[in-house]
């Protein structure tokens, strides 16, 4: 039985921590940055069964919804080479990676609904990076590998399972709503890991 202690403590400091700031994006994310970074650092609490890629598409396991949908942990598993379509959040958000290393590349959107490519950044097991329509909404992800999967912890400042957003065409800029899901199907309960 795996213990998912480190994952429980990072709850507890998120959840105080939203309960301390509220809306005050910037502070949150200065404080849960190095709480996430602490959490990737070390790789023995992540259930085998919420790191299990599929051939096809990379999964979302949800670890945690807060009940107040003020916040959400989910665990990103990308098989060899996968990548994320151009997206959107719409709320804010931390990516920490757990295992391998992501290809992170940032878009802009213009005035006449196109996009522009922006930075692209490679992001190895132990780093955090955040997203936000403040800071910068609209990337793609991308295993930064084509031999062996990745796996990144997510948090995001509502729940991302059920936040209307958006994907792009990025030639053209066109936006398609979606709402994002879980891949939880077969999983078991996360919270019977632990005592
Ligand atoms: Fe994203």
Do not use: K
Request: hydrophobic share 35%; net charge negative.
């Amino acid at each position: 039985m795996t213990d998912i202690s480190p994952l429980r403590d990072f709850i507890a400091t998120a959840t105080r921590c939203i309960e301390r700031h509220g809306h005050d994006e910037a502070t949150i994310l200065a404080e849960l940055a190095p709480a996430l970074g602490r959490l990737v650092q070390q790789d023995h609490w992540l259930p085998d069964a919420f790191a299990q890629p599929d051939p096809t598409f990379y999964r979302q396991y949800l670890l945690y919804g807060d009940p107040l949908d003020r916040l959400s942990v989910v665990s990103f598993v990308w098989g060899p080479g996968q990548i994320t379509p151009v997206h959107d959040h719409r709320v804010w958000g931390l990516v920490g990676v757990l295992r391998g290393a992501e290809i992170g590349t940032a878009y802009q959107r213009n005035a006449d609904g196109t996009l522009t490519r922006g930075a692209t950044s490679r992001l190895e097991a132990g780093g955090v990076v955040a997203v936000s329509p403040s800071l910068g909404d609209i990337h793609t992800i991308a295993n930064a590998y084509d031999d062996r999967p990745s796996i990144s912890i997510h948090v995001y400042g509502g729940n991302i399972g059920r936040i209307r957003r958006a994907s792009f065409d990025p030639a053209t800029g066109a936006a398609r709503e979606f709402v994002s899901g879980y891949s939880n199907g077969q999983t078991p309960n996360l919270w019977a890991e632990t005592t």
